[in-house]
Nanobody, 122 residues
Framework: EVQLVESGGGLVQPGGSLRLSCVAS????????MAWLRQAPGKEREGVAS???????TYADSVKGRFTISRDNAKNTLYLEMNSLNPEDTAKYYC????????????????WGQGTQVTVSS
């Protein structure tokens, strides 16, 4: 059974930083494309960043230069380092597996975690 467990969310002030983690189990992590997706209240889910199994990386334009995705295949863990956070980054962040890393299309990812809430507010 595929399991994705996110952690690291919380409340942060504008300009602050957070690091999200996602521990995966139930599948061979190293051969799967992985991604971070998010959904804000009243909005559709959107791709944030992806890391393909062969090393390709894609970022949404809205987070380029501020967010960094990484993965540790030895630990079956995906990370998202988020800097210079602003209120528009407030959303529930989901770890996802198995989709198209290049397009970051949320509907292409069949496996999702339960999500971790990130709130950016003063």
């Amino acid at each position: 059974e595929v399991q994705l467990v996110e952690s690291g969310g919380g409340l942060v002030q504008p300009g602050g930083s957070l690091r999200l983690s996602c521990v995966a189990s139930g599948f061979t992590f190293s051969v799967y494309n992985m991604a971070w997706l998010r959904q804000a209240p009243g909005k559709e889910r959107e791709g944030v960043a992806s890391f393909g199994s062969a090393g390709g990386i894609t970022y949404a334009d809205s987070v380029k230069g501020r967010f960094t995705i990484s993965r540790d295949n030895a630990k079956n863990t995906l990370y998202l380092e988020m800097n210079s956070l602003n209120p528009e980054d407030t959303a529930k962040y989901y770890c996802a597996a198995g989709g198209n890393w290049y397009t970051l299309q949320p509907s292409s990812f069949p496996y999702w975690g339960q999500g971790t809430q990130v709130t950016v507010s003063s």
